[in-house]
């Protein structure tokens, strides 16, 4: 059986997103750890963790795959911005303590003239702040388009990130759209494209997969989600992912431009596509 979410609204409180989950045919979610524009927190409720835990459990889900804010910018230019971002990071992972042995996603970030080797040294000095407590949580470094200064449009950026911090409680999570967008053709060549990621990371570190069709062409390092089956990747492309003998085992987070009913639909639609 798959594990297939979508990103739900954390509003409710985590045994809600359980909940609403298990309506959508989902057995597993992504939810955002605080205002993904903004850095509010909501306040924590233990006994909710431990409701949701206990669900989580019982219904037998997949790995959740939590994903830090859009505006947390490790490696931001000025400092005291880049240590807020920092705290921010350490809080979430604190956080995430509550929801224990689950994954923590997070764009590395964006070096903004920096240069990228800048970039990926305060993005390490950033997660090796926050993963020095232990929490029982495996930080995601997400593929990204490369759009701008963006860290992570290929796959060697991840990597050094992972060797600078040198922590085996860090993975990847690979989103469908972005690297498609990056320049990597999951679409004719998902074996190659694997391999590759094996030869430069190695696939026992590839965690989560965000599941997203593209609303823009190959290499355009664009990084706009289009619903599954309807942008340049097309249904044929997902067949295959969820049909990979290493790709299916691993939570898949729709993040579609979609309400609760286009999940629900899109999740059934991956659910028919499993041979
Ligand atoms: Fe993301
Ligand atoms: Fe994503
Ligand atoms: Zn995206």
Do not use: W
């Amino acid at each position: 059986m798959l594990y297939l979410g979508c990103h739900l609204s954390a509003s409710g409180g985590n045994l809600e997103m359980v909940r609403t989950a298990q309506s959508i045919g989902a057995n597993t979610f992504a939810f955002f750890t605080r205002n993904p524009r903004g850095s509010q927190a909501r306040k924590e409720d233990p006994v909710d963790c431990e409701k949701a835990v206990a669900a989580l459990r019982e219904a037998e889900f997949g790995k959740l795959v939590a994903h830090g804010a859009y505006t947390m910018n490790l490696c931001t230019a000025e400092p005291g911005a880049r240590a807020f971002a920092t705290n921010v990071l350490c809080d979430d992972l604190r956080r995430m303590a509550s929801l224990p042995g689950n994954y923590y996603n997070f764009h590395p970030g964006s070096h903004v003239g920096q240069g990228t080797d800048t970039g990926i040294a305060q993005i390490c000095d950033a997660l090796k702040k926050a993963l020095e407590p232990n929490y029982p949580v495996t930080v995601l470094l997400e593929t990204m388009a490369g759009k701008g200064s963006e860290i992570g449009g290929k796959f060697e950026e991840l990597k050094a990130i992972m060797d600078g911090v040198g922590s085996d409680r860090i993975g990847v999570c690979l989103d469908t759209c972005h690297v498609h967008d990056a320049g990597y053709d999951i679409v004719n060549d998902l074996d190659g494209v694997l391999a590759e990621f094996d030869r430069v990371i190695g696939l026992n570190r590839l965690c989560a997969l965000h599941i997203n069709d593209s609303k823009n062409p190959y290499a355009s390092h664009k990084d706009r989600h289009e619903l599954i089956g309807e942008g340049s990747l097309g249904l044929e492309a997902f067949r295959k992912v969820v049909n990979h003998p290493v790709l299916k085992k691993l939570p898949m987070i729709l993040e579609t431009p979609n309400e609760l009913t286009g999940y629900a639909k899109e999740i059934a639609i991956l659910r028919q596509m499993e041979e």
